[in-house]
């Protein structure tokens, strides 16, 4: 059975994508080469997945650890609140928080689970502060000791 991704995307847009998401430094020279179009068709195929929102964005992707955010730390929590507005401002707030890296909404025993970088305990304290302030009701805090993987590359093309 053909996924939904295989019908609107051919396999010129998925190489690219691949190739893009491993390095979004290639030009789109490079990326011609790689894939044996033109570059003024793959620069118009990039605007396209653009324009179609299968790329996000290009960022860098910074070094926590070098730019002193030496604490990395998954919170899981609950709300006892389930009023959609309530919830939505909850949403918002977290959203501008900028020690979250990711916020996800959840099943089961905790409504959120949140990505957050501190640079220190006292930083760690002072979200959690905040997160109370909220009117959260239940927090639970995992400190990573080390990261084993870190990545952002989607299994889009088959391995060979």
């Known amino acids: 059975m053909e996924s939904i991704v295989s019908r609107v995307l051919d396999q010129m847009d998925l190489k690219l994508l691949d190739l893009l998401q491993k390095d979004g430094q290639l030009s789109n020279l490079e990326l011609s080469k790689r894939v044996n179009l033109s570059a003024p068709a793959v620069h118009a195929r990039i605007k396209r997945l653009e324009t179609e929102g299968y790329i996000k964005k290009q960022v860098a992707i910074l070094n926590h650890e070098k730019l002193g955010f ?68 239940k927090i639970q805090t995992s400190l990573a000791l080390r990261e084993i993987k870190d990545s952002t590359v989607l299994p889009i093309q088959e391995e060979n």
């Open 70 to 137: 030496d604490l990395l730390c998954f919170v899981f929590m609950s709300t006892n609140e389930h009023r959609t507005e309530k919830l939505e401002a909850v949403e918002e707030t977290l959203e501008s928080m900028e020690e979250v890296l990711e916020c996800h909404c959840l099943t089961g025993e905790y409504d959120y689970l949140l990505k957050v970088a501190c640079k220190d305990r006292k930083g760690l304290e002072l979200f959690i502060r905040r997160l109370n302030e909220m009117g959260i009701t």
